[in-house]
């Protein structure tokens, strides 16, 4: 036996009286090496845009990383990961356990960091004229300062998802070094770096000459994050024992490597999806989607694939304009010319995900050759997952492995199959990997947070045109950090698309700056806008397509004006109320004529409005549509609101249907009232709330016209619910009419100039009008002395934000390596949020089976991982934070988690049951059930697919 082929790697779960079943380390670093070598063969696309990043020729990298990635677990051949599984080392060793060790716990991954750093030169003398140490010796050069970062030994031994303890790792030494890593352990790691060397010799010498390799620089921060990812990519793949069965009794390498760990990875890479889909031919507007093109479409269709390069592009234009068309229009061109394998969508809300993934599953395959089938992934909704894609990654049936430590222990030493589990369990994040994602943004602005394995969702979006809508909806916070994801994104050589209605020119310089210093290798605020720059963000034309481009020597920034539609030009009469009583009538009679959507600023006023209306408006025609559903009936709510008021819907449909919803139908919903009312909110948000106002042509009973073309003959008149601005304005001026709203919008400085720049006009002009309202109230600070308090407060939160952004980002220019900044496991959102304010509980609602034994999910799915995410609904933590299970056996509830992806470890999980007055259907008017809240008070809950989810504090 050689002196490595004792060492294991991998092990199931140890069973009563049944033998260790594992499997050896060397396999394992060949499995996860072959995966490399096999992804990097095939996908040649992925290897040049990695060979241009590294700063290495194609030859020279695909070998280089090749060898990395078999050294990824060499901390394993510690002694202190090898103790870990004593029924192993009693089979593998002879003996029932190593000798005693440091009690210091450390992890392998930082393990295998020390072991480099101590004894990668004898590794490399010992490998002569190996092409392995001839690369080596290159590298090394590129390190001539002693205090320069071997970014590559960070991005490979990182790959559990975080950058490794280098403070640990640096502070191992004399008496702890002896007792991490004995003679035994060197002596076996030596030896298989030796013979797993020339394994790679012999198969790369077939193809390539060694002596042509070349090395240009060091291995770059900003690229060392990528490879980072690309190491957790493949250690995912070759960890998976569908592809890479365990063994564990010796054969040479070069056999294993032939007959094993080669065609084990040609098979993984073939059935995982995650060779990207084939690029599909240069499409017009016409081809594409079947109608004639904008004018905005028709300067898309002009933009030459051959000559696009890494780029901005920002457009502005009105709701309905076919914003996402032309976005599509642009990947389509930037994909056909090699500089991007897919598209990743993000929008604002769940709400508008789901609109979108309608959307884009009947589009997204004119994005790829016709003989491909690629993957389309929806990262809220686990139902519309494409169930080819959903399966592709260690499924759940494998969790075989978990820990080989107790939990107790200092250090958790999950296998990596287990962290790949947990982290697929949620499939929002999955996306990052399809061909094409679609979801809520803030899982690309989990990228570039403190999180674990974000650097494989750089991986993931590096490869992708980004699409960001609503972009405008940002708040200070979210906007810094969207900022550093186009920052990273250019500095990858990647292009994104931003929309927006309407997009105030402090945001878009920002951004566009962010991209520049990206593109330019610059960190944040080390790049200055020219005057010429400055002019081309600051065109006041509407709407406008503007690209930004940098260049090695210079940027270009090209603003082009474009006419709007011809369709969506309109005049929209506008009238204010006053009271919540003149708003509930003027529901109530623009019912008689129509459909009739009011946009309310808060769930509970939203619930208000329902409850008064109930006794007016027939039960089957008002429908309540908010964020506190169960994922499964938010859905059908949805669904629902589309077919009353879609682009579809004909006027018998139409007649008397009235919608009191939430900020969930102002964003990316193609529908269409005959009436909108609103609540005072500020001037973007009103007008992406007026569009949902006559937004298709039709006659006067709301029939639509042919081709959404010819005259609209309703009346469009849009009602904004505000107080009036009389003097003198009071400090309460807003929160009087909205107690609950001024926590939403609690720039009241901001809503009186919204309601002041509508007080001047009774008629709206658009597409005109749109700049100019955003303008007089985004570039003013004139404000009521009243309101200053309020200004002043949001000032002072947006500089915190600020300052809370960057604290929490990781920095393009520090490289994968860790900094003082804690790094969240898996998406603690209270560590590493996308989203400030408040923070949320997920809550999963459960139910008895009809015989009382077991718990089951409140939504229905043949697959119960994603019943329960059909099952989920988000609350304020502070509401409910814990557990309340009184009188419900503890075998049920353990039976109920296991058959969640997350064992239920990251939902707060309430048991509902009927009201006395009803039965055991999911139909039923009201169901209750119990929780805490965060001062651990008891709070009854109630939930019916009518109203959604309440709550009150058990007396």
Known sequence: MSSYGNYWAKARKAAENQPAVYHLLPYHLLDVAAVGYTLLEQDTRLRKRLADLCGMEEDALHLWLVFMLALHDVGKFSQQFQQMRDDIVTECFHQHSLRSISPQKIHHTTLGYALWKFYHQTWFHALKDNPCAMLWKQIEQCYTEADTPNFWIHAIM??????????????????????????????AASAFVVDMSEVFADLFNEQIDADQFFVKTPLSPAASWVVAGFAVLCDWLGSDERYFPYKSDEISLVEYWKNYANLNAQKAISQSGVIPAKPGEVKTTAQWFGFPPSPLQEYAESISPLALEPALYIIEDLTGSGKTETALLLANRIITAGNADGIMVALPTMATSDAMYERLAEQYQGLFAKDTAPSLALTHSA???????????????????????????????????????????????????????????????????HSTHQSLRLFGLSRKVIIADEIHANDTYMHKLLCEVLRFHAAFGGSAVLLSATLPIGMKRELSQAFIEGARGLESGKYALSDTENAGLSHTAYPLFTTVQSYSTHETIDAKPFPARNSLRRRVQHKFLRSEKEALQRVVEASQSGCVLWIRNTVSDAMAAFAELQDQIANSHLTLFHARFALQDRLAIGKKVLKLAGKQSVGKERLGRVVIATQVAEQSLDVDFDCVITDLAPMDVLLQRMGRLCRHKRDAQGIMHPNNTGNDQRKAVWYVLAPPLTEPIAENWYSALFPNGRYVYQNHAQLWRTARALEHRSELVMPEDARTLINEVFNSAEEPEALVKHSDAVFKESGIQKQQARQNIVKLHDGYQRTTQSWAEGDDMRITPTRLGEESTTVRLAHWNDDHTALIPWAKHNDPGIAWRLSEVSVRRRVIAEEYHDNIPKTVLDAAFETMPDKGANAVTIVLSPSASGSSSNEMEQWMGSALNLSRELVNVEYSTKHGLMWKKAK
């Open 158 to 187: 990182g790959h559990h998802g975080k950058p490794i303890e280098l403070g640990q790792a640096n502070s191992i030494r004399g008496k702890q070094r002896s007792d991490c890593f004995s003679e035994q352990n060197v002596e």
């Open 383 to 449: 139902a519309k997952f494409h169930e080819g894609f959903r399966e592709t990654l260690v499924p759940p049936e494998h969790w075989q492995d978990d820990s080989y430590s107790p939990k107790t222990k200092e250090i958790d030493e999950s296998s990596i199959s287990a962290v790949c589990n947990r982290w697929f369990a949620d499939y929002r994040k999955k996306s990052v990997l399809a061909d094409v994602g679609v979801g809520t943004i803030d899982q690309i602005l989990l990228s570039v947070l």
